[in-house]
């Protein structure tokens, strides 16, 4: 007998990422033209760099491709020993960074500075501080609650078009952020799915592990048909 492996995102998981999938499309997140944001040029101009004005710079990137350029965001490194002082990073081991609200629309966000030396990992964590920004301004949680919030944020960096730079990030530090790759890959192939890019533009930047995550969702996906009525809202 052949056992078949069980999925390993579960029915109330998914359940949950298709509501929050219908909340981004209800308030403006996904579109029809919510592009998938990949690590290249096309959308990330700065230069290569570790010092703060580079790390301004990828911000200043992300904020556009966010709607926000509008803010006020600072952005600085979180106090601690630098980078060459350190026998060791990972992502695991302290806060990488974080997002606090300045003012009546402002906001401050302070990353560690031993993450830039993992350019797409950076890429995650700053997209994951400025998704919290872009979520404060709605004046409702995503599905879920408060108590939910640091999951729904990483959520919503794959419904604005950030799947990609979530997951090649999180395998690129060895794990970054609050959902599981399976579950990250998982709201990637329905945003795909939802917009109807195809995959290979994804795969592309994937690394192995997670292009892996990436093709089992994809068949689950469309397996499941769980992304028709999105599908059929954002062409409407």
Request: glycine share 10%; hydrophobic share 45%; charged share 25%.
């Amino acid at each position: 007998m052949i056992f078949r492996r069980r999925y390993p995102v579960s029915e109330d998981l998914r359940g949950w990422i298709v509501e929050n999938f219908d909340w981004a499309a209800d308030h403006g997140l996904l579109t029809r033209e919510t592009p998938l944001v990949l690590p290249t040029r096309e959308f990330i101009t700065a230069p290569k760099g570790e010092d703060p004005a580079t790390a301004r710079r990828i911000a200043e990137d992300l904020k556009r491709l966010l709607g926000l350029d509008g803010e006020t965001i600072s952005v600085a490194p979180s106090e601690g020993p630098a980078p060459e002082y350190r026998l060791d990073y990972n992502a695991l081991s302290g806060r990488a960074g974080s997002w606090e609200r300045a003012g009546e629309a402002g906001g401050i966000i302070r990353y560690d500075p031993a993450l830039m030396r993992q350019p797409v990992a950076f890429l995650a964590l700053m997209t994951h501080e400025l998704m919290h920004h872009v979520l404060h301004r709605i004046d409702e949680y995503p599905p879920g609650g408060p108590e939910a919030e640091e999951l729904a944020t990483d959520l919503h960096m794959i419904s604005c078009g950030f799947g990609v730079i979530a997951m090649a990030g999180a395998e690129q530090a060895g794990w970054l952020g609050y959902m599981t790759q399976p579950s990250r890959a998982h709201a990637l192939a329905l945003f795909l799915a939802a917009r109807g890019i195809g995959a290979a533009a994804a795969r592309a930047y994937l690394p192995a592990l997670s292009a892996g995550y990436l093709g089992k969702a994809l068949r689950e996906v469309a397996r499941s048909g769980e992304a028709e009525a999105l599908r059929a809202r954002l062409a409407g």
